[in-house]
């Protein structure tokens, strides 16, 4: 049996570290660190994501804002509610909750953001200064640098000599995941859906990091021994074991099979699911830090 990887405990470390960095940025200066994040519509689980990033802001010590828009609003007006967070100087963050509604244009909004308060790491200035290996002065996507951070609390800063493999391309996680561990000296592959012979690949990892929505799809037989496994996936099953009607949470990743194999793995829920919100508060806080002329914290 593997070590489990503590995602809420590494979680509480970052956000131990946003509160002091947070309250030292305001005594010093004056400057207390925003937040704005946007909601457009009723999709139940964003409404749960979203109330508990402006619930954890809070805690953080943060200017916490959330603006709740109706389904109905047009792109004219959610591309006003940007343009005025971005000449907002109390607001170092913005985010706005994916996915939106289906007529409104998201990328158009994203991209609308100024980078230095994209907070998601979405903006093509920030995934290119990722790209390019700028990771001083840009803003990283919170999925990943919190999948990054339970990497390196295994393997370390440098992942020299080690194989990275990424399931799974989109923006929002495989490919700044990729640029991660290539920054940090990985040899990565990225695979993905079209990707022959997934799980000859997959053996191949020293670190495994899965991030293709469907349900315990890596097997055992996909696990290298003695791989660090990192699951991304959230997925909603049905668990009738537990009464009729009822549902659980299980990752990407097949749990109980794969945790033999592995030297250490992530849990779903409890291993990189706390970390994205903490990434969130950090990368605020460094915006906030930035736009006071100050040196930002590093996590
Ligand atoms: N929806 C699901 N995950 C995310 C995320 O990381 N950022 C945003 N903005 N929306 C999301």
Request: charged residues 25%; glycine residues 12%.
């Given at each position: 049996?593997?070590?489990?990887?503590?995602?809420?405990?590494?979680?509480?470390?970052?956000?131990?570290?946003?509160?002091?960095?947070?309250?030292?940025?305001?005594?010093?200066?004056?400057?207390k660190t925003g937040l704005a994040v946007v909601i457009v519509g009723d999709d139940p689980a964003s409404h749960t994501y979203v109330n508990s990033k402006s619930k954890m802001a809070k805690e953080c010590g943060f200017n916490s804002i959330q603006h709740?828009?109706?389904?109905?609003?047009?792109?004219?007006?959610?591309?006003?509610?940007?343009?005025?967070?971005?000449?907002?100087?109390?607001?170092?963050?913005?985010?706005?909750?994916?996915?939106?509604?289906?007529?409104?244009?998201?990328?158009?909004?994203?991209?609308?953001?100024?980078?230095?308060?994209?907070?998601?790491?979405?903006?093509?200035?920030?995934?290119?200064?990722?790209?390019?290996?700028?990771?001083?002065?840009?803003?990283?996507?919170c999925t990943p640098a919190g999948a990054m951070l339970l990497v390196r609390s295994i393997?370390?800063?440098?992942?020299?000599?080690?194989?990275?493999?990424?399931?799974?391309?989109?923006?929002?996680?495989?490919?700044?995941?990729?640029?991660?561990?290539?920054?940090?000296?990985a040899t990565v592959a990225m695979a993905h859906s079209r990707t022959k012979d997934l799980a000859t690949v997959a053996r191949g990892a020293d670190i495994l990091v899965a991030a293709v929505g469907r349900p315990e799809m890596v097997k055992?037989?996909?696990?290298?021994?003695?791989?660090?496994?990192?699951?991304?996936?959230i997925n909603r099953i049905a668990a009738p074991?537990?009464?009729?009607?009822?549902?659980?949470?299980?990752?990407?990743?097949?749990?109980?099979?794969?945790?033999?194999?592995?030297a250490a793995i992530t849990p779903v829920p409890g291993g990189v699911g706390p970390m994205t919100i903490a990434m969130l508060m950090a990368n605020t806080v460094v915006a906030a830090h930035r736009a006071a002329g100050r040196q930002p914290p590093t996590f």
């Open positions: 049996m593997g070590k489990v990887i503590d995602g809420k405990q590494v979680a509480a470390s970052v956000i131990d570290a946003v509160k002091t960095a947070t309250s030292a940025l305001e005594k010093e200066t004056g400057v709740t828009l109706p389904a109905e609003t047009t792109q004219g007006e959610l591309a006003g509610l940007v343009r005025s967070l971005n000449e907002d100087p109390s607001i170092h963050g913005i985010l706005v909750q994916l996915p939106l509604p289906k007529d409104l244009d998201a990328d158009a909004i994203i991209q609308s953001i100024r980078p230095e308060k994209d907070v998601d790491g979405l903006h093509v200035v920030n995934a290119g200064k990722l790209a390019t290996g700028d990771l001083a002065t840009g803003l990283i996507s393997n370390g800063e440098d992942l020299s000599g080690l194989n990275a493999v990424v399931i799974g391309r989109s923006n929002l996680f495989g490919k700044p995941m990729a640029q991660l561990l290539l920054h940090a000296n055992a037989d996909w696990i290298k021994p003695g791989a660090t496994v990192i699951d991304v996936g074991e537990r009464g009729e009607g009822k549902s659980r949470l299980v990752g990407d990743v097949a749990y109980a099979e794969a945790s033999d194999l592995a």
